[in-house]
């Protein structure tokens, strides 16, 4: 009876691995192409969760939003490294007069506990602030710029003329000298304006994205180069494909572009726009011709389309491409670099 057993046992291993020889025979064809298919399965999935664990500004667009301060900084040479400027949803970089540049950063995002060094506006600061529905952050101006703070009474804050209840909300550092050594903070800046009857509920106007699925098109880059007019403000961006950002440098010495955290300066955007101009005297003084249109140049993922911008009075600038349809951005800040028209831009 054993025997019959252990006989019976042996006949069902001999059949069992019969059977298995006969399967693998039959489907043996199949399996270098399904298991290809698999491995390039595999290989698409693992790529698209890099890229999207490596881009640094997921989420970005679904952060809470508030009223935008429209803060002005100073980008002079002894100003650096500023505050603030990392935080921005947009920063507006614009020449002013003697060959530097200004910026004004538009944040409704995130707040930051330090942010500057602030300085004077100029009337193109009065309507960006306008264009974005933002409060003004400000350290006086130019003669212009407050004849049209005057004239058109935004919501502002002005260390220098604002009233003592708004200085307070300003202080000076030990480790900078005068003037470029004035800081804030956002929330301080938002206390005030609230204790001022701001509206600070009111959401800026925002740019259309780019869908997460959506393919950019354009010609392939590198880095651009801007050359503003004095080699100090000297502006190059450069390609991280790794992260999928712009990495900003700045001078003719191409010093990574640091925040007052030592952190260098990105963005996700870089829109240029060359904007007509004249000078209003002997002095460099520009006037910017910012309502209108003209050319830009759109740069997004490592890649640039020739385009162009459109504003009128009050409203958001458009960015287009060259048969006039708005070109989505990707989430994050987007960087603006305004240039007087034939300006050298290189890429």
Known sequence: MRFKYILGGFAAFFLSMALGMVTYYYIHPLLPKEMAMYELKKEIDEEAEEKAVAYSFNGWKDKPRKRALA???DNEEEARPQAGLERADVVVELPIEGGITRFIAIISREDSDLV??????????????????AILVHAGGSEEALQKIATEE?????????G????????????????HNLFTSYDTLRRVAKQLKMNITFLPPQRLLLSQDA????????????????????????????KGIFERFISDKDKP????????LTAANVLVQFAPYRYKDGDGHLQLIMDGEGEAL??????VIKGRWEKTPGNLTKFTDEKGTVVPLLEGPTWIE???QGSRVDY
């Open 164 to 179: 003592y209840q708004v200085a307070a909300a300003f202080w000076r550092t030990p480790d900078q000298r005068k003037p």
């Open 215 to 242: 393919e950019v098109t354009g010609e392939e880059v590198e880095d651009l180069h801007i050359f503003y007019s004095h080699k100090s403000y000297l502006v190059r961006f450069v390609f991280n494909k790794e």
């Open 116 to 133: 500057g060094p602030v300085r004077s506006a100029r009337p193109h600061f009065v309507e960006l602030a306008g264009e974005y529905k």
């Open 71 to 73: 803060v002005v900084i």
């Open 154 to 162: 935004p919501d502002h804050l002005d260390q220098i003329y604002g």
């Open 338 to 340: 305004v240039v007087p």
């Open 257 to 264: 572009h640091l925040n007052a955290a030592g952190e260098q």
């Open 298 to 303: 759109i740069f997004r993922a490592g890649k």
